[in-house]
Protein backbone atom coordinates (compact mmCIF):
# COMPACT_ATOMS: atom_id res chain seq x y z
CA UNK A 1 0.00 0.00 0.00
CA UNK A 2 2.81 2.40 1.04
CA UNK A 3 4.64 1.53 -2.28
CA UNK A 4 1.58 2.18 -4.34
CA UNK A 5 1.10 5.58 -2.70
CA UNK A 6 5.05 6.92 -3.43
CA UNK A 7 4.29 5.13 -6.54
CA UNK A 8 1.03 7.65 -7.23
CA UNK A 9 2.96 10.71 -5.81
CA UNK A 10 5.98 10.43 -8.03
CA UNK A 11 4.29 10.31 -10.87
CA UNK A 12 2.14 12.89 -9.82
CA UNK A 13 5.03 14.95 -9.02
CA UNK A 14 6.58 14.20 -12.36
CA UNK A 15 3.64 15.21 -14.49
CA UNK A 16 3.13 18.49 -12.65
CA UNK A 17 7.28 19.45 -13.03
CA UNK A 18 6.79 18.95 -16.84
CA UNK A 19 3.87 21.00 -16.77
CA UNK A 20 5.62 24.57 -17.12
CA UNK A 21 4.26 27.32 -19.54
CA UNK A 22 5.97 27.67 -22.61
CA UNK A 23 5.43 31.45 -22.38
CA UNK A 24 7.93 33.50 -20.19
CA UNK A 25 6.58 35.83 -17.68
CA UNK A 26 7.29 39.46 -18.18
CA UNK A 27 8.93 41.76 -14.64
CA UNK A 28 9.28 44.86 -15.23
CA UNK A 29 12.85 45.01 -13.55
CA UNK A 30 14.22 42.19 -15.09
CA UNK A 31 12.50 41.74 -18.89
CA UNK A 32 13.37 39.02 -20.91
CA UNK A 33 15.16 39.28 -24.37
CA UNK A 34 12.81 39.51 -27.28
CA UNK A 35 9.71 40.52 -25.27
CA UNK A 36 6.87 43.09 -27.29
CA UNK A 37 6.45 45.40 -24.50
CA UNK A 38 4.27 48.81 -23.47
CA UNK A 39 6.54 50.75 -21.77
CA UNK A 40 4.65 53.29 -18.86
CA UNK A 41 6.70 56.04 -17.83
CA UNK A 42 5.92 58.32 -15.10
CA UNK A 43 5.16 61.03 -16.65
CA UNK A 44 2.46 59.74 -18.39
CA UNK A 45 3.82 58.56 -21.62
CA UNK A 46 3.83 55.55 -23.26
CA UNK A 47 6.28 53.55 -26.02
CA UNK A 48 6.05 50.49 -27.37
CA UNK A 49 8.78 47.79 -28.95
CA UNK A 50 10.54 44.95 -28.33
CA UNK A 51 13.38 44.41 -25.45
CA UNK A 52 16.82 44.08 -26.34
CA UNK A 53 18.06 43.51 -22.67
CA UNK A 54 18.60 45.47 -19.60
CA UNK A 55 21.86 47.32 -19.48
CA UNK A 56 22.73 48.38 -15.81
CA UNK A 57 20.15 51.63 -15.26
CA UNK A 58 18.86 51.90 -18.98
CA UNK A 59 16.31 49.77 -20.72
CA UNK A 60 17.53 49.06 -23.90
CA UNK A 61 14.77 48.20 -26.81
CA UNK A 62 13.94 48.81 -30.48
CA UNK A 63 11.16 51.64 -30.98
CA UNK A 64 7.72 50.54 -32.80
CA UNK A 65 7.75 54.09 -34.22
CA UNK A 66 11.19 55.21 -34.78
CA UNK A 67 12.34 51.38 -35.56
CA UNK A 68 15.79 52.63 -34.26
CA UNK A 69 17.40 51.22 -31.00
CA UNK A 70 16.68 53.11 -28.09
CA UNK A 71 17.57 53.16 -24.41
CA UNK A 72 15.29 54.62 -21.09
CA UNK A 73 16.61 55.25 -17.73
CA UNK A 74 14.70 53.08 -15.92
CA UNK A 75 14.22 56.11 -13.15
CA UNK A 76 11.46 57.43 -15.56
CA UNK A 77 9.80 53.84 -16.21
CA UNK A 78 7.02 53.07 -14.10
CA UNK A 79 5.92 49.50 -15.41
CA UNK A 80 5.90 47.02 -18.48
CA UNK A 81 3.33 45.60 -19.63
CA UNK A 82 3.20 42.94 -22.66
CA UNK A 83 2.11 44.65 -25.85
CA UNK A 84 -1.61 43.58 -27.51
CA UNK A 85 0.56 43.06 -31.03
CA UNK A 86 4.07 40.88 -31.76
CA UNK A 87 6.83 42.53 -33.38
CA UNK A 88 10.34 41.45 -35.24
CA UNK A 89 13.33 42.64 -34.59
CA UNK A 90 13.16 46.08 -35.76
CA UNK A 91 9.74 46.19 -33.81
CA UNK A 92 7.38 46.03 -36.92
CA UNK A 93 4.03 44.58 -36.10
CA UNK A 94 3.44 40.88 -36.84
CA UNK A 95 -0.02 39.85 -37.76
CA UNK A 96 -1.64 37.13 -35.83
CA UNK A 97 -2.31 35.23 -39.02
CA UNK A 98 1.26 35.39 -40.33
CA UNK A 99 2.57 33.35 -36.99
CA UNK A 100 -0.56 31.47 -38.07
CA UNK A 101 0.52 30.18 -40.96
CA UNK A 102 4.16 29.58 -39.99
CA UNK A 103 3.34 27.68 -37.16
CA UNK A 104 3.78 23.88 -37.25
CA UNK A 105 3.49 20.68 -34.87
CA UNK A 106 6.19 19.46 -34.26
CA UNK A 107 6.59 20.41 -30.37
CA UNK A 108 2.63 19.88 -30.43
CA UNK A 109 2.73 16.20 -31.02
CA UNK A 110 5.95 15.26 -29.57
CA UNK A 111 4.91 16.60 -25.87
CA UNK A 112 0.91 15.58 -26.93
CA UNK A 113 2.24 11.92 -27.03
CA UNK A 114 4.71 12.17 -24.17
CA UNK A 115 1.90 13.65 -22.05
CA UNK A 116 -0.07 10.51 -23.49
CA UNK A 117 2.39 8.11 -22.24
CA UNK A 118 2.99 9.87 -18.57
CA UNK A 119 -1.09 10.35 -18.20
CA UNK A 120 -1.56 6.60 -18.55
CA UNK A 121 0.98 5.70 -16.18
CA UNK A 122 -0.05 8.00 -13.63
CA UNK A 123 -3.92 6.66 -14.43
CA UNK A 124 -2.61 2.95 -14.09
CA UNK A 125 -0.74 4.10 -10.52
CA UNK A 126 -3.74 5.94 -9.46
CA UNK A 127 -5.96 2.84 -10.43
CA UNK A 128 -4.22 -0.23 -8.90
CA UNK A 129 -3.93 2.11 -5.98
CA UNK A 130 -7.75 2.89 -5.59
CA UNK A 131 -8.32 -1.01 -6.11
CA UNK A 132 -5.79 -1.67 -3.72
CA UNK A 133 -8.25 0.40 -1.43
CA UNK A 134 -10.96 -0.96 -1.88
CA UNK A 135 -12.37 0.67 -4.71
CA UNK A 136 -14.30 -0.99 -7.45
CA UNK A 137 -12.95 0.66 -10.55
CA UNK A 138 -11.10 -0.89 -13.80
CA UNK A 139 -7.70 0.70 -14.17
CA UNK A 140 -8.84 0.81 -18.02
CA UNK A 141 -11.25 4.07 -16.70
CA UNK A 142 -8.41 5.97 -15.03
CA UNK A 143 -5.93 5.34 -17.39
CA UNK A 144 -8.11 6.85 -19.99
CA UNK A 145 -8.94 9.71 -18.14
CA UNK A 146 -5.53 10.64 -16.96
CA UNK A 147 -4.17 9.80 -20.55
CA UNK A 148 -6.36 12.10 -22.46
CA UNK A 149 -5.83 14.74 -20.05
CA UNK A 150 -1.75 14.30 -20.70
CA UNK A 151 -2.36 14.45 -23.87
CA UNK A 152 -4.34 17.70 -23.57
CA UNK A 153 -2.25 19.77 -21.06
CA UNK A 154 0.71 18.47 -22.59
CA UNK A 155 -0.16 19.24 -26.27
CA UNK A 156 -1.04 22.28 -25.74
CA UNK A 157 1.91 23.34 -23.61
CA UNK A 158 3.55 21.76 -26.93
CA UNK A 159 1.34 24.38 -29.17
CA UNK A 160 2.70 26.79 -27.01
CA UNK A 161 6.12 25.96 -27.98
CA UNK A 162 5.53 25.84 -31.86
CA UNK A 163 4.13 29.49 -31.31
CA UNK A 164 7.21 31.04 -29.80
CA UNK A 165 9.22 29.18 -32.80
CA UNK A 166 7.14 30.32 -35.38
CA UNK A 167 7.87 34.05 -33.89
CA UNK A 168 11.32 33.94 -33.78
CA UNK A 169 11.40 31.86 -37.21
CA UNK A 170 9.40 34.82 -38.62
CA UNK A 171 11.72 37.29 -37.22
CA UNK A 172 14.76 35.31 -38.51
CA UNK A 173 13.45 35.58 -41.67
CA UNK A 174 12.34 39.18 -41.65
CA UNK A 175 15.83 39.91 -40.81
CA UNK A 176 17.60 38.58 -43.18
CA UNK A 177 15.55 40.46 -45.65
CA UNK A 178 15.55 43.42 -44.08
CA UNK A 179 19.92 42.90 -43.81
CA UNK A 180 19.62 41.98 -47.48
CA UNK A 181 18.01 45.22 -48.31
CA UNK A 182 20.34 47.19 -46.39
CA UNK A 183 23.41 45.83 -47.67
CA UNK A 184 22.03 46.50 -51.02
CA UNK A 185 21.38 49.83 -50.47
CA UNK A 186 24.80 50.33 -48.72
CA UNK A 187 26.20 48.66 -52.34
CA UNK A 188 24.63 50.99 -54.26
CA UNK A 189 26.09 54.01 -52.50
CA UNK A 190 28.93 52.99 -52.34
CA UNK A 191 28.65 52.46 -56.09
CA UNK A 192 27.17 56.07 -56.40
CA UNK A 193 30.19 57.22 -54.87
CA UNK A 194 32.76 55.31 -57.08
CA UNK A 195 31.02 56.71 -59.99
CA UNK A 196 31.10 60.49 -58.60
CA UNK A 197 34.94 60.04 -57.75
CA UNK A 198 35.64 59.09 -61.23
CA UNK A 199 33.65 62.14 -62.86
CA UNK A 200 35.38 64.53 -60.10
CA UNK A 201 38.66 63.11 -60.92
CA UNK A 202 38.15 62.95 -64.66
CA UNK A 203 37.03 66.86 -63.88
CA UNK A 204 40.20 67.58 -62.67
CA UNK A 205 42.38 66.24 -65.42
CA UNK A 206 40.33 68.02 -67.97
CA UNK A 207 41.03 71.22 -66.09
CA UNK A 208 44.86 70.31 -65.63
CA UNK A 209 44.87 69.35 -69.20
CA UNK A 210 43.18 73.61 -70.16
CA UNK A 211 45.87 75.01 -67.77
CA UNK A 212 48.59 72.90 -69.36
CA UNK A 213 47.78 74.23 -72.37
CA UNK A 214 47.58 77.93 -71.72
Not at 184 to 193: A, D, M, S, V
Request: proline letters at 1%; charged letters at 30%; one cysteine or more.
Amino acid sequence: MIYRKISVLFLASTFLAFGCSAKKTLTTQSPYSQASVVVHLKNGEKKQGIVLKRDKNNLIYMDAKTHNKEKIDYATIQKLTEADVTYDFEANAIPNYVISEEKGMTNTLLYGSGGLVLGTALGTAVGVGLIGGGVELHPIYSMAVFGITGAWYFGSLGSDYDYEDAIFDIRKDRYKVSKAKREKEITEEKRKLEVQQKEKAELLRKIEEKKSKK
